[in-house]
């Protein structure tokens, strides 16, 4: 158990849709990351936040967005989904403290667009 | 460029070793990770090794580092059955533009060891 918490744990939603991601990350670290994991692409980062920050945006779309609360936990938010946005979503959590900074990851959602 | 590029697959017989390699282009990258995926589950650090260090073992784990070919390779010694899962090869480039938290981590696409009995 990594510490770090993703809900829900999978979604089954129709094409068009918006839905809400949510993560908790590791009691005390500042920095959330989020993560798709797709047959086709791989692994791809999106975006991270530090202490409720938007701090690096990798291959993020324009219908994504994100954002990190007071309480650090983070919601991805995903809308007018398409066929191809079905994947795992990953969420992992860092201190952030300059050192090797391990990325902590959760268990992931996984998306299922119909 | 950034990428990290790895074999898709790797079948062993249980018992054996099993090396598992990536390649990196980006020679800025100061630590190398390795990242366990069991079926279903999430990603699991499993060890890493900082650019100015050859080689690390951590129990039957062993990574290798070749900077001057930008290679790097874990070894799994008497590999077992829960071994099998997907290895993800990830470099984290250091840069003076990327100050405090807001380093990325480049990933491969994963290797799949399959651990046959």
């Known amino acids: 158990d990594s510490g770090v918490t993703q809900t829900p744990k999978h979604l089954i939603t129709a094409t068009g849709q918006r839905v809400t991601l949510r993560c908790s990350p590791r009691s005390g670290d500042l920095s959330v990351y989020w993560y798709q994991q797709s047959l086709d692409q791989g692994l791809q980062f999106l975006i991270q936040y530090y202490n409720g920050e938007e701090r690096a945006k990798g291959n993020i779309l324009e219908r994504f967005s994100a954002q990190q609360f007071p309480d650090l936990h983070s919601e991805l938010n995903l809308s007018s989904l398409e066929l191809g946005d079905s994947a795992l979503y990953f969420c992992?959590?860092?201190?952030?403290?300059?050192?090797?900074?391990?990325?902590?990851f959760g268990p992931g959602t996984r998306l299922t667009v119909t | 460029g950034e990428d990290v590029e790895q074999s898709l697959f790797l079948s062993v017989r249980e018992g054996d070793s099993s090396v598992i390699n990536c390649t990196y282009t980006d020679s800025s990258s100061t630590y190398l990770y390795w990242y366990k995926q069991e079926p279903g589950a999430g990603l699991q650090l499993l060890t890493y090794?900082?650019?100015n260090m050859d080689m690390k073992q951590d129990q039957r784990l062993t990574v290798l580092l070749n900077k001057k070919d930008k290679h790097l390779s874990l070894r799994i010694a008497d590999t077992q059955t829960g071994d099998s899962a997907i290895y993800f090869c990830a470099g984290r480039r250091e840069s003076r533009f990327n100050a405090g938290n807001n380093r990325k981590l480049i990933w491969g696409l994963g290797t799949s060891l399959a651990v046959n009995p």
């Open positions: 090794i900082f650019s």
């Open positions: 992992a959590s860092s201190v952030g403290s300059g050192r090797t900074y391990e990325q902590y």
